[in-house]
């Protein structure tokens, strides 16, 4: 079903801070919008901002041909909708898992007769339908490219990553990857200046002066670990091994616990072992290859 203006309708399954956002994104675009959630406390308070709640999952999917869930995993999202019927419409999920999580999601939407694709939003609520909010998806592209116009509605880089229908839940996974590290370098941080009395928001142009840094040298990083060429670094791995003395000094002067280092040092040591000092520290990437995938 669409309306006049041939806005599709859509249904949003799963209501949390991101789920509510993409919801909101869609009432504001003009969509008629069937919002359904486990706690009902939720839909209502969208359905004062123009949404329609149903309180049936059931009712909810029947109401539009193109169903979003928005749910913490795949298999949350399996068991919201089991009640009820798929067939005929197009599920995405826009959850965080695995990509097997992903390939086992799409094969259940297939027996239930249901076009499926996968998708990932990589920004925070606040930044739903802003032109720069990146959101990826993958799977069959007739499929995507029937909804793209509708899906743009929730971020301007709207993005289809191939055919390949786990392609999504990879890269969300892959690129999700650098945040808590990121995030623990920070917290580190403020631990080590609020302990000499500073604020911790004092950190902050400086750090992500440092975090735009780091995003400029990605590129050639990537060029040295597609190329498996890691003999010509602007940084060495020997740098890094050296530092590891530092962050324990760092550690005992100030009283704070760099133990999650840890695990870092201990792949820098094997690194030097293996002979790769004088590399750059792009050859890590060499060494978390460490199993075959399934």
């Not at 990553?161 to 623990?184: F, R, S």
């Not at 080590?192 to 995003?215: D, E, F, K, N």
């Not at 962050?247 to 870092?264: F, H, K, T």
Request: proline share 4%.
């Amino acid at each position: 079903m669409s309306d006049n203006n041939n806005r599709v309708d859509v249904t949003l399954v799963g209501l949390g801070s991101m789920g509510a956002e993409l919801a909101r994104a869609f009432v504001r675009a003009g969509h008629r919008t069937t919002v359904w959630n486990r706690t009902g406390a939720k839909g209502a308070a969208l359905a004062a901002e123009g949404a329609v709640h149903e309180l049936s999952i059931v009712d909810a999917v029947a109401a539009s041909p193109l169903v979003i869930t928005c749910l913490t995993t795949y298999e949350a999202t399996v068991a919201a909708l089991e009640p009820a019927r798929l067939e005929g419409r197009t599920l995405i999920t826009l959850n965080s898992g695995t990509p097997g999580g992903a390939r086992r999601t799409a094969e259940w939407a297939a027996e239930r007769g249901a076009a499926y694709l996968d998708g990932a939003v990589k920004n925070v609520p606040a930044a739903v339908g802003a032109p720069d909010t990146l959101l990826c998806y993958s799977g069959d592209k007739a499929v995507f490219d029937r909804y793209e116009e509708t899906l743009r509605v929730l971020g301007g880089q709207t993005v289809h990553l191939g055919e390949e229908i786990d392609l999504a839940a990879l890269y969300e996974y892959a690129v999700g990857g650098t945040l808590l590290p990121a995030l623990l370098g920070f917290f580190q941080a403020a631990a080590l200046v609020t302990g000499r009395g500073l604020p911790a928001s004092s950190l902050v142009p400086y750090t992500v002066s440092w975090l735009q840094m780091i995003g400029s040298v990605l590129p050639s990083l990537a060029r040295e670990i597609d190329s498996g060429s890691y003999g010509e670094p602007a940084s060495s791995l020997g740098l890094f091994h050296e530092g590891i003395a530092h962050d324990e000094e760092v550690g005992r002067e100030s009283g704070i616990d760099v133990s999650w280092l840890a695990p870092m040092h201990d792949l820098l040591r094997r690194a030097v072992a293996e002979g790769h000092a004088g590399d750059s520290i792009s050859v890590l990437t060499e060494l978390l290859r460490s199993a075959t995938p399934a």
